[in-house]
């Protein structure tokens, strides 16, 4: 292919077949990147093909496991979310589209909530459009110009987000209220050695999951990983209630009856807390709805006196 029929193969590529490149290139699945995507597979995969004619190579080799991006696929892919980030950059510059787009990680935690009370508050006449997708999806859907910012664990962060620390919020112990330890006020971590703890799903939320197991490892063991995963901190600590597992828990998440909340010792305060953070594309630092998101997390760490 000469520079020429290179220019001329790239007009022809619309931002749906780059979405629908981007999509099954994260879920490396036919039947899941077409269930979000909302077509049929057979639909996806009559895309997909086009894309690779354009391209004229294989973007994607199929197996019996899936799929996986060739060496083509891979060289394509951040070329792939720089256009589509630069075209939902330029809706949002002409002022097309006024909506602040955040994901909170979970939308029944705390911090983020107080950090969206405030930008409400100051600003009322702002659509915000809040998800609930999980860090993972929260960095994909950043660099891809779908959203504008999210919070999540500092254990997220990578060198392609920008972010600032929310605030470090204590972690305490909540088990079973009839469970051996609970008679303590507190509760030695090494103590919990051989307990089955919950730990979310990885394609959720994996900075929390490594935050708890290495809270455990500094008190000398590993953690025993309950085998089910819930889609809420609530439904898990359900699970606790029900006296199948204990689990960590940020302070300001509610435990339900049946639980108790306890410190630990050493307590995850301070320097051993949950460092939440705000992220968002290095590009876009001077964006309206980053810049506002990040003016409410100043007023919330001011109203709250977060650390």
Not at 13 to 34: G, S
Not at 115 to 121: G, H, I
Not at 144 to 164: S, T, W
Not at 205 to 219: G, I, K, L, S, Y
Request: aromatic share 6%; net charge neutral.
């Amino acid at each position: 292919m000469n520079p020429g029929q290179g220019a001329s193969v790239a007009d022809d590529i619309d931002l749906r077949l780059l979405r629908y490149f981007l999509v099954l290139a994260e879920e490396l699945h036919f039947t899941r990147a077409a269930q979000r995507l909302f077509v049929s597979q057979p639909a996806l995969s009559n895309q997909v093909r086009r894309l690779e004619r354009y391209a004229g190579s294989r973007l994607f080799d199929r197996t019996t496991r899936g799929v996986e991006l060739t060496p083509a696929g891979q060289a394509f892919h951040p070329y792939a979310e720089r256009a589509v980030a630069a075209l939902r950059a330029g809706i949002a510059a002409m002022g097309e589209d006024a909506a602040i787009r955040v994901d909170v990680l979970d939308a029944e935690l705390a911090t983020p909530r107080a950090v969206l009370s405030r930008l409400r508050r100051a600003q009322p006449q702002a659509r915000v459009v809040v998800g609930a997708e999980g860090s993972v999806s929260q960095r994909r859907r950043i660099l891809a110009g779908d959203l504008d910012a999210g919070f999540c664990g500092l254990g997220a962060v990578n060198p392609d987000l920008a972010y600032e620390v929310v605030r470090r919020e204590p972690v305490d112990l909540i088990l079973p209220a009839g469970h051996r330890l609970a008679r303590r006020r507190r509760i030695p971590f090494g103590d919990l050695a051989g307990e089955t703890f919950y730990l979310p799903n990885e394609g959720l939320a994996p900075e929390w999951n490594a935050f708890v197991v290495d809270a455990c490892h500094r008190a000398g063991f590993d953690p025993v990983r309950y085998a089910v995963s819930t889609a809420t901190a609530t439904a898990a600590l359900d699970l606790v209630a029900e006296g199948v597992c204990v689990t960590l828990s940020l302070r300001s998440t509610p435990h339900p009856a049946g639980t108790a909340r306890r410190r630990l010792e050493p307590e995850l305060t301070g320097d051993r807390a949950y460092a939440w953070v705000l992220v968002w594309h290095p590009d876009r630092a001077d964006a309206e709805p980053v810049r506002l998101l990040r003016q409410a997390v100043a007023d919330a760490r001011h109203d709250e006196s977060w650390e």
